[in-house]
């Protein structure tokens, strides 16, 4: 097995300042430039050079945030992540999910998976309509955060789409998704994955960020201005088909707030029809 290559961290770490200068100058193909440096003294991408990149319009737009990445920024950000996410951002999401189970008169459940599940909110919003609860997310500091609230019955530190390839603990009679597709760009591996840890007739629930059509500009994805996948509801809808979901609603919802401005997305509620 090759030896992986030390990162020079000092180096690293100019060479991302140097890099963000140039993007906050507004020199953007400066700043491209800067971040491949970046990404050559860190090919694993912990400061998520690819995807500022594509946020600035240029290089290739990455199938998903890189793994690394994703997890170096929620664990930096565990402590906190409730009091900025819930007090600062806004961000209710699961409580929205619940919300739309209730109006819907879907429940109770017996097996849920969280993905994404971070310091637990989402296993806290619906704890008590659901018999055991599955969570697991990239970030370790996160998964430590909810072990601590006794809100799970398993939790691990997983991504994802590994985790449902690989999984042996469902099928699971619902499955939520808050804030992941946001560091998702191409869909379909997750939501084939969910199905095939999908109960018939489960309900898959998960949240997701857009833009205006004039800025995606027919595109299934893109990187948005604050280096998360926006996605389009066409495409949303053509990846649940495929991968046998019906949706049962698909709402318009403030997400979160950025910069004091309300962040655009959809609450999706699908369920599990025909094995793909």
């Known amino acids: 097995m090759a030896?992986?290559?030390?990162?020079?961290?000092?180096?690293?770490a100019d060479a991302y300042n140097e890099a963000l200068a140039l993007e906050k100058a507004g020199k953007i193909e400066e700043a491209a430039a800067a971040y491949q440096k970046v990404l050559s003294l860190d090919p694993e991408d912990?400061?998520?050079?690819?995807?500022?990149?594509?946020?600035?319009?240029?290089?290739?737009?990455?199938?998903?945030?890189?793994?690394?990445?994703?997890?170096?920024?929620?664990?930096?950000?565990?402590?906190?992540?409730?009091?900025?996410?819930?007090d600062q951002l806004e961000y209710c999401v699961p409580m929205l999910v619940r919300q739309r189970i209730q109006a819907l008169g879907l429940g109770p459940f017996s097996k849920l998976l969280d993905l994404g599940c971070g310091t637990g909110l989402t296993g806290g919003a619906l704890r008590d309509i659901v018999g055991n609860i599955t969570g697991l997310d990239i970030s370790e500091n996160m998964v430590e955060i909810a072990h601590e609230k006794e809100l799970y019955e398993t939790l691990y530190v997983a991504e994802a789409a590994d985790y449902l390839e690989d999984n042996e603990d469902g099928p699971f009679d619902i499955v939520t998704a808050t804030d992941v597709l946001p560091y998702i760009g191409f869909l379909e591996e997750l939501f084939f994955?969910?199905?095939?840890?999908?109960?018939?007739?489960?309900?898959f629930i998960f949240s997701s960020e857009t833009l205006p059509d004039e800025m995606l500009q027919g595109r299934d994805f893109m990187v948005g201005p604050h280096q998360r996948f926006a996605h389009a509801e066409?495409?949303?809808?053509?990846?649940?088909?495929?991968?046998?979901?019906?949706?049962?609603e698909l709402g318009d919802i403030t997400v979160r707030l950025e910069d004091g401005e309300p962040i655009?997305?959809?609450?999706?509620?699908?369920?599990?029809t025909t094995r793909p």
């Open 234 to 248: 066409a495409y949303v809808r053509r990846a649940l088909g495929a991968a046998g979901f019906d949706v049962l």
């Open 46 to 86: 912990h400061g998520g050079a690819a995807v500022r990149i594509a946020s600035m319009g240029l290089g290739d737009v990455p199938p998903k945030a890189p793994d690394a990445y994703v997890a170096t920024l929620f664990d930096q950000h565990a402590e906190a992540f409730e009091s900025i996410l819930v």
């Open 193 to 203: 994955g969910v199905a095939d840890n999908a109960e018939p007739g489960g309900l």
């Open 264 to 272: 655009a997305g959809h609450l999706v509620v699908a369920k599990m």
């Open 3 to 12: 030896k992986k290559k030390k990162i020079d961290e000092k180096a690293l």
